[in-house]
């Protein structure tokens, strides 16, 4: 029960909103600004921001308007040898590892930037949404040379700047952090090489406590799944120079290109995959495997590799108390590996349209094989189907492991069961062959494996991809104070990362597919494929691709899309008849233009029916008119769309018809009103 005083301080309250609503004046008693949250015209944007990463590579000539890599294009190499121990009973991984740079930029290196991402399994990082399965002592550095000369690793403040300016001086900083930096003594020259050696060991995480990929990297001491496992030299490029972002759990990584060679130990009877081609198969396989494998290529069967009876050195293995597994990739963005004591061995093939027949491997648990019944199959069809359809396959195998953190993906491997084989295989494309920077634009990554995982699985069902009705979707989300645009950073896009990265690049690219064309879409992302193919685009760089691509100025598509939580918000008005014409009045409420889609359906008519102007016809029953984007671009929010139907007699009249537009409430765009 209220008090007295509070009862009626509460209906004073209440009755306030009520008084606002049936005044236009404020408290001084002169009328308020705004009476309404839409006003009478819209400024149409039609430019693409730029910012000033890009801005500095266009005046450097790296990068240009055409969408291409500019003629002063460059990008470092780094790469990485390694030698790691897989000791299962401490469930930790201790590692040697040399990396040789090649400083292909016109900088001088002051700093060299680590990303050390098992960090973020010690208990004092900051973290995104991701938990970890347990802390750890994160990744424990002992020991870094530099050109031969030791680094000193004792714990110092942090430079103020990534060039390494405000340091008290050569050393090394933040190697308890997911990201470190190396302030050098004599910096790594443009144009030369520097090398790199680091000792290090982690533990790999696990238990029922992870939530997120990534998060749990082994089941007990059965099988382990190390990702992001080794310390890596950051991305450095012509845009931001080091990428010094740190890592959080959610977003992923990016990496520069470069050669692995790696060495893996582990106890005899244990298999191990990953990232490369195997080096030594007749040291570390028994000739059974062997010979099995060479049957792979000639069919599309799936092969036993090593089967479930068959356990321990000399059985599952080559005899030995412990086997060092050797694994090479050459232009790759990273490595990852998988071991288990327990592992089923499958492989079949894929044909590569131009390449030939590549192997696949899957490897998992044997309680497990129901998830792996289909995997071949779906990961053939993927790679297949991504390769005619962007660019071909251009690694010498796939392979799918088993494992806690099952949907990841890595250059040649897919962390993976025949759930996400479909997704994660197109992952291959990007980031893994266009090195996109899926940290901070993850909808070049994961959106665009959205979409095309739509073609693909039309294609698997033997049907025609359907786009209609996707970007109208977006019309019901925009708005929501919860979402961060397109461009904003992903590493820092809150709740909505996923819709973000994954969920509004489909609906982005139904539009466009609305505008130009699905196919012509799909061919200019092809074309896009392959020109930066192993190579670090940036958004502009593909929103220049594709203009040029596509022969339209787009400017004013990719600001709303990717710069904007804007929509289009359209609806039909009135339908009139004007001096012998048709004339349909469209109102646009929403600040994204777009163009203006109309289906006129006709009641039947017996006699034969004269060709209408400007339409095309659906059936003879159905016409479809379609108004450029341009007619918005004067600011106006009503066009009246002229029609010439004859003395044909309207049945019905469907704006956005194909749904191809983000409209927040679609059931305003038929005449007459309330049909469906």
Not at 174 to 184: P, S
Not at 221 to 239: E, G, I, K, N
Not at 648 to 654: D, L, P, S, V
Request: glycine residues 10%.
């Amino acid at each position: 029960m209220f008090s007295k005083p509070f009862a009626s301080l509460l209906i004073v309250l209440l009755l306030a909103p009520l008084t606002l609503a049936q005044s236009s004046t404020g408290a001084s008693g002169q009328e308020t600004v705004r009476k309404s949250v839409e006003y009478p015209t819209r400024s149409i944007r039609r430019d693409v921001p730029i910012t000033n990463s890009i801005a500095k590579a266009m005046k450097a000539g790296t990068r240009d308007f055409s969408g291409r890599p500019g003629p002063n294009y460059w990008q470092i190499k780094t790469d990485y040898t390694i030698s790691a121990k897989l000791l299962p009973e401490t469930q930790t991984i201790w590692g040697v590892e040399k990396i040789v740079l090649q400083n292909n930029s016109p900088d001088d290196l002051k700093t060299l930037v680590f990303r050390l991402d098992h960090n973020i399994f010690r208990g004092l990082v900051p973290r995104g949404f991701s938990v970890p399965a347990e802390n750890t002592e994160g990744m424990v550095v002992t020991k870094i040379l530099v050109d031969g000369k030791s680094v000193d690793l004792a714990p110092m403040q942090p430079p103020r700047s990534r060039q390494g300016e405000g340091s008290p001086g050569p050393g090394a900083y933040g190697l308890d952090q997911t990201v470190a930096q190396l302030v050098l003594a004599t910096p790594v020259k443009a144009g030369s090489k520097a090398v790199i050696e680091v000792e290090w060991n982690t533990k790999l995480p696990g238990g029922p406590n992870g939530r997120a990929h990534r998060m749990t990297q082994r089941w007990e001491d059965r099988l382990f799944q190390p990702t992001q496992w080794y310390p890596r030299l950051a991305s450095y490029d012509d845009m931001v120079g080091w990428d010094s972002q740190l890592y959080l759990g959610p977003a992923e990584f990016h990496n520069n290109f470069g050669r692995f060679d790696v060495k893996i130990e582990v106890p005899g009877g244990w298999i191990v995959s990953g990232t490369g081609v195997l080096q030594n198969p007749k040291e570390v396989l028994t000739q059974t495997a062997i010979d099995r494998l060479s049957k792979v290529l000639g069919s599309d069967a799936e092969v036993t590799i090593v089967g479930e009876d068959e356990r321990g050195p000399g059985k599952a293995t080559a005899a030995g108390g412990s086997l060092v597994w050797h694994m090479v990739a050459d232009n790759v963005n990273d490595f990852a590996w998988a071991a288990s004591d327990e592992f089923v061995w499958k492989a079949t093939r894929a044909t590569i349209p131009g390449k030939g027949p590549i192997p696949i491997n899957m490897l998992y648990l044997p309680e497990r094989a129901r998830f792996f019944e289909r995997a071949g199959a779906i990961s053939r069809h993927a790679l297949e189907f991504y390769s005619a359809l962007w660019a071909p396959y251009p690694f010498p195998q796939l392979t799918l492991q088993d494992g806690p953190s099952a949907g990841m993906e890595y250059p040649m491997v897919i962390n993976s069961n025949q759930g996400a084989a479909d997704h994660e295989t197109g992952h291959q494309w990007w980031p893994m062959m266009v090195g996109n920077n899926e940290t901070r634009y993850g909808w070049m990554d994961e959106g665009f494996n959205q979409y095309m995982n739509i073609l693909s699985r039309a294609d698997a069902d033997g049907k025609e991809p359907v786009l209609d009705n996707v970007g109208q979707i977006y019309g019901r989300i925009s708005g929501s104070e919860d979402e961060p645009p397109m461009m904003w950073n992903a590493n820092y896009a809150g709740e909505l990362y996923g819709f973000q990265t994954y969920g509004k690049t489909p609906m982005m690219l139904s539009m466009l597919g609305g505008v130009v064309g699905d196919k012509e879409v799909q061919k200019a992302m092809s074309d896009y494929t392959e020109t930066w193919a192993f190579r670090h685009p940036s958004p502009w760089d593909y929103m220049f691709f594709m203009e040029n691509a596509l022969g339209r100025d787009l400017g004013w598509f990719w600001y709303y899309w990717l710069f904007t939580t804007d929509s289009v918000d359209g609806s039909i008005r009135s339908v009139v008849a004007k001096k012998g014409k048709t004339v349909v009045t469209v109102h646009e409420a929403g600040e994204m233009p777009s163009p203006v889609v109309l289906r006129v359906e006709f009641e039947p008519e017996k006699s034969a029916q004269k060709p209408i102007p400007n339409a095309k016809m659906v059936d003879d029953d159905t016409a479809v008119f379609t108004f450029p984007v341009d007619v918005w671009f004067d600011g106006r929010r009503d066009f009246e769309a002229e029609l010439e139907l004859g003395k044909r007699r309207i049945k019905k009249i469907t704006l956005d018809p194909y749904g191809r537009f983000p409209d927040k409430d679609p059931k305003d765009n038929v005449w007459p009103a309330g049909m469906q």
